[in-house]
């Protein structure tokens, strides 16, 4: 982890303390994802953050890039806010298993913009997402790029134990896409891939990630997937992992 | 209508290389000359409802105007969130086309029977709910789709021309007939069972081709300068047209007994043709002359 993705991490427990909640192991896991799709983006192209519940990491990198506002940033979750725990940016998201669809419909309308859309492992159970797979490998959308968010977690317990993805790669090739694995919090390794080559098909990258990555308390307890009436003790203890 | 409709889309599409259709595994040949010779503006996907929202959603916000096509059934009970979060919270250029609104796919049983399809559209806030009751009408509100600036869902009935004249205009409701006599009753209906109050003459007649918005002042107005209101519809009495009208009057204030005609809570759980389910619950002409005089 470089001292970017530290600062970001730091940025989003700052946020966290003003509002005392939010999603942060899902914003943890995805956290270089994001970024590493914002640097590659072009003035066209899309994102979509499908798994909205990690939209902090989305709301702190677009607050570094100046695209969101210090003082919008820290309203987070409040009444009249522009920013939630879900988020209404260019697309809405939150309920799983939208973003997918939205983005063949993005890569349609213009096949020369990238269009990269970001799901969760979790989101992966949608039926949604597989109605979607068929449609863009049909289309041969290679403008098209899914970053799963594979931390093997969700909220109940692991993808294992609530519903199994694995073979997750043939799942994708077999239904007509290119799939490759990486490490989901090597910034260089996800800069190699992204954007995707014009290769005939659209690419899944499986990201492997870590849920909460960055915090050990965050890595290991399930708890901390959403989070509320933070404590002051707690944000100490966030901020001190995050230092260790 | 559905074929009016379809050339509509075809004759536009040619002027406006915006539109977009996309049908859902329908009806082969549909749209067969968009397909050869606009085949960037037609889309044949498959049987994904959910899917095919969302990718309409992106073609919109990326400056399409998209005709979606499939059974009314489908396009609002199995994928109403997309609907709901997608097309309606973005108010995305999307256009619902529902085939077989109410009764007409009665033989094929309660599911593909419509009867909640306007209730539940009418919970989508930006979306405008048209039911044109002709082919003719139809083609009046065909080109008025393709700059509306919110998504519609757009209610297809029968092909038997119906009114005496050919004007649509959103959100405005057609007076079909004025009683010659003094009108005991205004009756408000919408889509093909307009037919059904053709024929009576002792009543105006108000034909609604738009159920959301509803055209308040015009039905206010006309609330107030009769005794009663009956509403017609084919479909079920909660949450449809009769339930809007409830509540534009109460909104308004005017105390004017109400009687709906149309589907009572329930499952349509019988076989049979449209006209045989119209007489089951009681939605006909003569149940509408009954209400008058009762």
Known sequence: MDARSTALRSKIIDV???????????????????????????????????????????????NEKGV?????????????????????????????????????????????RNVYVLLGDGECNEG?????????????????????????QQSYGTTHEVCELEPLDEKWKSFGWIASHVDGHDIEALRRLLPSPDIGFPLVLICHTVKGKGIKI?????????KVDITDEQIKSLREGLNA | ??????????????????????????????????????????????????????????????????????????????????????????NAKVRLLANGGGLVYSVLGHTHIAVDDIALMRTVPNMTIVAPCDAE??????????????PMYIRFAGDEPILPFRHVNIPFANIVQFSTRPAKALIITTGATTQLAM??????????????????????????????????????????????VLELLNKQ??????????????????YGTREEQLQRYGITTEAIERAIVS
């Open chain 1, 16 to 62: 966290m303390e003003a509002s005392r909640h939010g999603h942060i192991r899902s914003a943890f896991s995805c956290l270089e994802m994001v970024r590493s799709v914002y640097e590659v983006m072009k003035p066209n192209d899309k994102f979509i953050l499908s798994k909205g519940h990690g939209c902090l990491a989305q709301y702190v990198v677009l």
């Open chain 1, 68 to 112: 969101i506002s210090d003082k919008d940033l820290f309203d987070f979750c409040k009444f009249g806010a522009k920013l939630g725990g879900h988020p209404f940016l260019e697309v809405g998201t939150g309920s799983l298993g939208h973003g997918l669809s939205i983005g063949i419909g993005y890569a349609l309308a213009d096949r020369t």
């Open chain 1, 128 to 152: 949604a997402v597989w109605e979607a797979a068929l449609c863009a490998s049909k289309h041969k959308l290679s403008n098209l790029t899914v970053l799963i968010d594979y931390n093997k």
């Open chain 1, 218 to 226: 965050t890595e290991e307890d399930l708890k901390w997937h959403h």
């Open chain 2, 1 to 90: 209508m559905r074929k009016t409709c379809f050339n509509m889309i075809y004759e536009l599409a040619k002027k406006d290389k915006r539109i977009v259709y996309i049908g859902s595994d329908v009806g082969s040949g549909t749209l067969q000359n968009m397909k050869e010779e606009m085949p960037d503006q037609f889309y044949m996907e498959g049987i994904q409802e959910q899917n095919i929202i969302g990718m309409a959603t992106g073609l919109a916000l990326s400056g399409k105007i998209v005709y979606v096509n499939t059974i009314a059934t489908f396009i609002t009970r199995r994928c109403f969130e997309q609907v709901l979060l997608d097309v309606g919270r973005h």
């Open chain 2, 137 to 150: 009408e139809m083609k009046c509100l065909m080109p008025q789709t393709v700059d509306y600036p919110h």
């Open chain 2, 199 to 244: 024929v009576i003459k002792n009543a105006v007649i108000m034909h609604i081709p738009t159920i959301k918005p509803l055209d308040d002042k015009a039905i206010s107005i006309m609330a107030l300068s009769t005794p009663k209101i009956i509403t017609v519809e084919e479909h079920c009495i909660n949450g449809g047209l009769g339930t809007a």
């Open chain 2, 253 to 270: 204030g005017i105390n004017k007994p109400v009687h709906r005609i149309g589907i009572p809570d329930g499952y349509c759980d019988m």
